[in-house]
């Protein structure tokens, strides 16, 4: 099967910039999640769908973050405006489920987008 | 809200040396349990993972970890590591809805 699909592979902007990701999950799987992990750190939760309903965005700076999962398919995260601290690799995963048997795969994970901010 | 240690943050080790690397979690409720590993420029993979049954599991690549719920530990194992497991390991942890990761352990395989 097709793995999960990132865009772009690197990106690099000036702080105050906005950007843009892109993920398209597995087909199938209902709930995608992005996640950022900044260097030397774990990948850390920022939001979860289910289908195109957010579960957890409790980890969302939310006055500079955005995503969306409009038709609970492909999903989009925007950052607006970025900061230093944002530079990261931001993954994209997805599984069945987000709990239970639908985990008994694991999460698949994208290649991720490598943020530079400068 | 749970949370995943991992106590190395960065393991050396020869060749056919024998390999542990220690993760605890705090959660109260059941947890399913994972290992993923990153080899340099590619994505997480999943190595192995616990969900019930046996609490030794075994994964790929000669991998196997072992659930000791009375220490809330999952720790990796494998008896002896090659050049090629050279890469970030991170446990995690999933209880109700989202999953965990560690800080990760960084694995240096010498030849």
């Known amino acids: 099967e097709a793995g999960v699909a990132q865009s772009p592979r690197y990106k690099i902007i000036e702080k105050r910039q906005s950007v843009a990701f892109w993920c398209n999950p597995i087909?199938?799987?209902?709930?995608l999640y992005w996640y950022q992990q900044i260097l030397g750190q774990g990948p850390k939760l920022l939001i979860q769908?289910?289908?195109?309903?957010?579960?957890?965005d409790s980890q969302l700076p939310k006055d500079r973050f955005s995503a969306e999962r409009l038709k609970g398919v492909d999903s989009t995260l925007k950052i607006q405006p970025a900061k230093l601290e944002d530079s990261a690799v931001y993954l994209c995963?997805?599984?069945?489920?987000?709990?239970?048997?639908?985990?008994?795969?694991?999460?698949?994970f994208g290649s991720g987008t490598r943020l530079t901010v400068v | 809200a749970q949370s995943v240690s991992q106590h190395n943050h960065h393991v050396i080790l020869s060749e056919a040396a024998s390999l542990e690397l220690g993760c605890n979690y705090s959660?109260?409720?059941?947890?399913?349990l994972f290992w993923y590993v990153q080899y340099p420029g590619q994505h997480l993979q999943l190595l192995l993972k616990?969900?019930?049954?046996?609490?030794l599991v075994k994964g790929i690549k000669g991998f196997e970890a072992e659930f000791i719920k009375s220490k809330f530990s999952f720790n990796l194992r494998k008896p002896s590591v090659q050049w090629s497991d050279t890469a970030e390991y991170f446990c995690?942890?999933?209880?109700?809805?989202?999953?965990?990761f560690g800080a990760g352990t960084r694995l240096t395989v010498k030849p």
């Open positions: 616990y969900f019930s049954g046996d609490p």
């Open positions: 769908f289910q289908n195109n309903g957010v579960v957890d």
């Open positions: 087909s199938g799987h209902a709930t």
């Open positions: 959660y109260g409720g059941t947890v399913n």
């Open positions: 995690a942890v999933n209880g109700r809805n989202d999953m965990r």
């Open positions: 995963a997805s599984s069945l489920l987000g709990s239970g048997a639908g985990l008994r795969n694991g999460y698949t």
